[in-house]
Each structure stands twice: as C-alpha cells, then as structure tokens.
C-alpha cells in the first residue's frame, strides 16, 4: 500500500514501490490529464509539481513521492497557472492537445521563477516538452502574453 | 462539466465525477457500468431518438435540443487539425447561431451517412479533406435547420417566412417585435417538413467564415479534462500491451511465461499473430510482465537489409528508366541541344509519424457485436477489418472515435494494424471486459508504417540564354497504395500516383519534361506521412531548380514567375510571400533566403525561410514567412495554425528525424533517437492567407512540403552549397 498526497487529498493504492508516479496518478488516481508520451524523460508530456518543483512524473518512482505534494494539471489553481490557461484559450494553443497538460505545467513553473522570460528563456525552458504539432509560436506567445497579464 | 469534455463521446449524461476531487474542477473521468450499454445509441439512432423527440434533428449533421444547445455531429475526427470548430463553424453560419451554443461531438461509423465525399462510400479522414468534402454538405444541413426554424416561428406568430430573420441564435419577428430562441422552437420545428431545397448565403453575408470562431476544444485542451484513448477508463477494464517481433517478417517461436505471471496484477499472457499479448490490471504491471517474458523469435525469414543496402539497391535500379509517370516533348532531343547540362540526386530516409500519443485502443466485446474507442481515422477500412477479424459483420463493430493524441496519417493505417491487434487480443481472451491496449513509445516507434525511404535523380538541360529546355526526374521508391483499398483508384499503370504528386504534375512551363518512377518492394511497412508524396518530391523538384537558377545566374523568386505565367494562383502566393519576406533585401552577412513553392491538396503555398549560418557551420532557421491559398478561409486562425504545425512538422524531418535500419533492425525506438523538433529550433512564423472566394481546399497537409526546400536553398544562398541528403547535418559541410 502506498500513500499519496495528489491535489491536496490523501490517497492510498496497492501498487509496486518501483512504479512511476505517471501511472499512479493515471491508473489508480484516475488523474488522466497527466499524460503518458515517451516514458523516458525525453518529451515532457507527463510533468506534474513534486513539492512544487516540475519534474517528470515517468521516471519517478511512487516510493520518491511519499510524504511529499503531488500537484497535476487537475490540482493547478496558482494565478500564473490561471494566467498561463486564459493566454492558452486567447491564443488557441493547442492542437491535438495530448502534451498541452505537460506545456501548461512547465509553462507555468517557468513564470513562477521568472516574471517576465524573454525568448530565449522560454526556449531553454520549455525544450524539454515536446509538440509533435508544433504548436512551439504559439506557446512562446502565450507565455508572454501571460507574463504581461500578471503585472 | 464543460460541454467540450462530452464532444467525442455521447450526448447521454454517463460521465461520473473522478474518485478524486479537488479545486474545484472535475478531476477525471470514471465511467459508470452501465456506459456500454448507454453508448449503444449513436446520433439518430432510434433509442436516442425516443430519449430526446423534443429536439430538432433535420439531418445527420445538426440536432438543436430543447435546452437551446445546436450540436454538430462531426464525421471527421479531430486530431489537431480544427475539424471541430472548422465543421461547426460552416454549419453555424448558413444557420446563424450563436457560437457559445454549439456543441460538437463525434459520428458514429456508419458510411451510408457518413462517408468522406471525396472517397465514394467510405468514411474517414485524411488528404487534407475534412472541409473540402464537407463545405457544401454542412452549408445545405445548417441552411435546412434554419428553414424548419423560420416555418415553425411563421406558423406560430401567423406571418410569412419572408418576413422572420434569424440573428445569433434568435429567431426574430422585427414588425410584431418577437422573438423566440432555436430552443424554444426546437420542438415546433421538429414537426416541420424538411424542406427538399434551401437557400444558401452569399459569401458576402457572412459572418463566421472568413472571421474567427475560437476553436470549440481548447479550454478542455488546456486543463487536462479533453479524453483521449489513453484516458478511457471503466471500474473492470484490463491493460494489454504486446511484445512484437524484433524485425520485419520475424515470428513467434515459443515463449516463457514463468517469471511475467510473477508480475502482481497479471491476469494472462498468450500469442496473437502480432506476438505475445499481456492482460494485466494497469499499465505498469502489463509493461513489467512483458518485460520478464522470454521469447524465442523465428527471425529466419525477417528482413535484415540496412537502409544503406536499400539506398544502394535503388540507386543502381535508378540507372534504368522506370515506368513513365508523365512525359512531354522529347527528353533526350533537348539533352543532345543542350548548352549545358545539369543533374543533381536526393535521398531521403525512412520517417515515423511519432504522434505525441501512441497507438492505442479499447476494445469490448460483446456477443455478437463489439464496440471500440479511440481515434479512428478511417471508421470504415477499421470497421471492415475488425469485423473480419471477429467474424462479425461490419455493422456491429461499433466505433466510438476519440480525440486522437496527433495523426499525420499514422492513424489511417490501410490494414488497421493497432486496431485488429486489440481485436486479436479481445478475441483470444475471451473476455467481455474492456480491454486498452497501450503501445509504449517503442512500440509506436518501431512498428514500421513509415514515410518510404526514396532516391531521386534530377537532371535539366539549359540552353545558351540560361532557358530550361528539358527536364528529366527519376523517383525510386516503395509505393504506399498498392495493396490498400486506393489502389483501384490510385495506382494506374504502374504509377502510385501518391509516388509522384508533385513530380508528374510540376507546373513550370518547360518544353521538353520526363518524369519516371521504380517502386520496388520491401518488407518494411510503409504509409503515408503528412503530406504524402509531396514530402519529398516538393524537396527534389524545389531545390534543383534553385540549383538551375544558381547556375545559370538567375534570381530564384524572378526564374519561378517566368515558369509560372499559367499558373496564377502558385504566382499569387509566389509574390506574396517574396513580398511579405522583403526579398531581395539584404539579411546581412551569413545570413540568407530561400524560397519554395509548392501545390498539394488543391492548396498553394509558398515559404520563405531565413537562416543564419554560423562561423562553425552549425545553422538557424530564423522565420518563415508563409503565404497559402486555400480558397475561402473558413476559419483563418485555425489555417494559421496549420501552417505553422504543418511547416514544423516538416522542419522537423529536415533538421532531426530518421528512422535507419541496421540488418534489420529499426536503429531508433524513442526521443533521444528518433529526434524531433523542439522549442529552441522553432523559428518565428508568419502566415500570410490570399484572399479567395473559390471553393475551400485542405490546410492539414499543404504547410510541410515546401519547408525544407526553402531551408536548404537559404542555406545554399549563404554557403553556395546545396544539400542533397535528408535530414540535414548539424554541421553544414
Ligand atoms: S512521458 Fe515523461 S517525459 Fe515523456
Ligand atoms: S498539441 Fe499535439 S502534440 Fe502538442
């Protein structure tokens, strides 16, 4: 039996101790907005906040996370997170929208560090959540439009 | 809820909050038990009609209910392209509602009603047709509503049709100072007789067409609540994934199932023609149990070529002419005239589509019928090939078709592939459960289905005024339909014509053109990849006429008019981009322009990319200014979109992508192999649409061919080099 705390709510499941978060939070929370994309690392699509600090839920052993805060896209509620989701809507970012949960969830760690990131920051930052739609113009803009909507 | 959660699935309220819940927002989706029997019910089925005989349903596309909803019945999935705004926004317009009331949600396979226009009596999506095909289909079923509104508001308030306006949603008398909402008829006007003809807009009234409508699926795109197959979930489902043979042609010898029924959460493991499938309660428990599987392979019949072997292969075929694609004028006269000759040879590597969500599909069946969900791009070729798998007729394979996670045409596979694996493992199971089956990245990756590998050979005659006389291409590559159900329409003579598009068709005005095609056979499986044929016949015909206007000393944009007098519309955006970009002016030192144009899908576009190459010869593209002509913008913002997607796609396999196969072996299985475009490579966009009263043409596919071209002539502006090998190197020679 593992205990997590997911959005603020405690709970617990009968999983493996090696299981990666992503699927704790997928198949046992039924949390599905975190999404599954490459399992490595590699494409950002499952980031989630562990003690509010973006990481890659795939990789992340459920044992990593005990006694720490889970927050997925579903437990967002921080006014940059609100921003990031109302510029995303302006914009129409997203297009299939199978890595916007990922894009969102970095998207919106990057504004918390940085209040107003110009292009190369948002480049360094978000290179590591991938859109195989391509919708990269579109994110950068909104992150800015964003940026601007919190001052 | 908000409604765009509901669009793929059903109208009936079977979507039960999440077991966990938290600010506020409903977290996950859970269905009830009770849901397969609730879905058995698609959009004007009977039982659905008996539950709802207040609404208004004129036809198989629009249902106006009696809570004042307009909803859209989609016949095209939605997998990032726009169809569920792009649909919704033609049937809105010719029935003026308000655009907060629609509502979209997903057909049911069934062709009779369904069937893409452009594919005889077969529904599905793909060649960039979705509204196209739709745009006088749509116009004619919003216009019918209307008319059955305005005659049940005439009869009503006792005044002529002529004289009633419908406005936002409203149904208005203006004299009597009336007014009734599309609800508050709805009931009225399902009484109506339907009328056998109705008046269409003019373009100049519109009001959506042309505007911009905010696509219908953002929001639930963009707080984790939109449901993919991925995310489908009842209380007794299992997860299946496979373990698949290593190489092409490869079968299965034995297995050893002893330490994977270890695994906790594994309910069975057995073969299925495709390999050995694991059922287990989730995901990682399958994944773990395939894991501890050992499995005795037959690989004496798999094919072990490496992707140089094949490349060689096709070179020495393209010696030979091939079978004649289209031919004008003589070839060989001109070259024998020529001032001077020039030639030039393209290579390009296998590709995968490598949507951002794998293959995957759930599957249940039921006595005699079974019923499926996911993102089923092509409804009737995956009906016909599950019912055969199950022995069913096609009609009781019912297909509940999600949002897809991304398609580029993987989705579309001619045999169905994923969707008769999940139907394989339903069936050896046994099981009325459920059933998801998951491909990993690695699945998904090498499961073939790719881009074919293709060799091309180029070469031109000039004469002593820099005048092209003659123009000869040679295309070696595996044809992508033949064996599929478009071969009878699209394989003739020999020519896949999707081998050639692009090519056979080249609409520069030279006297003297040959074009030529070798479609030699491989194991490896292939399909088309956005954009299809165009992938890489826009690369080989667009850089080596560059190639010609550098020679010759011409400037590229100004070689491209002269050849393009008849063709206006490839002018049109010719000009239009060259002048958006400011061609001609000078970018700086190591900085540089190219251009290409190129027409696929009924659609024009041109690019100009810009691209600054360093001192170490490592490289940047910098912009891309688009122009595309695809006669009337339906909705221009998602045209944009599709431009600026459809040309990263294709940055994407000019700067990174390629699958290679190493005896055999796919060499690439994930992202840190198979490498695809990121944030930092993404150049600044600019989408310039002409503007157009000509019937609407596709935009899904229209935005890849002409970027790499443009990429490789920029590159070959600054360093006069161009190259001729795909992808491009990191480090330019
Ligand atoms: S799924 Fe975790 S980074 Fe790709
Ligand atoms: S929107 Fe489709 S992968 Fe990003």
Redesign the pocket.
Known sequence: MVSLNINNKDISFEVDEDTPLLWAIRDEAHLTGTKYGCGLALCGACTIYLDNQPIRSCITPVAAAVGKKITTIEGLESKESQAIQQAWKKLDV???????SGQIMSATALLKNNKSPNDNDIDAFMSGNI???V?YVRIRAAIKEAAKNLV | MPQSELINLSRRNFLKAGVVSGTGLTLGIYFGSSLAEELTSGPGHASAELANQAQLEPNAFVRIGTDNSVTIIAKHIEF?QGTHTGLPTIVAEELDAAWDQIKVESAPADASRYNNLHWGPYQGTGGSSAIANSYEQLRNAGATARAMLINAAAKLWEVSPESILIQQGVVLHKESNRSLKFGELAELASKEKIPEKVTLKSPNDYVYIGKQAARTDTASKSNGTAIFTQDIQFPDMLTAVVAHPPRFGAKLKSFDATNAKKVAGVKDIFAIPSGVAVLAKNFWSAKKARDALEIQWDESNSFTKSSQDILNEYKTLAKKPGATAYSNGSVDEAFKQANETISASYEFPFLAHAT?EPMNCVIQLNNDSCELWYGSQTQSGDQFAVAQTLGLAPEKVKINTLFA??SFGRRANPTGDYVVEAANIAKASKLSTPIKLVWTREDDTLAGYYRPLNYHELKAAVDATGTITAWQHRIVGQSILTGTAFEEMLVKDGIDSTSVEGAANLPYSIPNMHVDLHSPTLPVPIQWWRSVGHTHTALSTEVFLDEIAHKVGKDPVELRRELLKKHPRHLGVLNLAAEKANWGSSLGKNRGRGIAVHKSFNSYVAEVAEVTVNENRTFSVDKVTIAVDCGIAINPDVIRAQMEGGMGYGLCATLSSAITLKDGYVEQSNFNGYQVLRMNQMPEVEVHIVESNENPTGVGEPGTPPIAPAVINAIAAVTGKFHHTMPLPNKLA
């Open positions: 997203p297009q299939c929208g199978y890595c916007q859109c195989r739609c919708t | 990032g951002m996670g991304g």
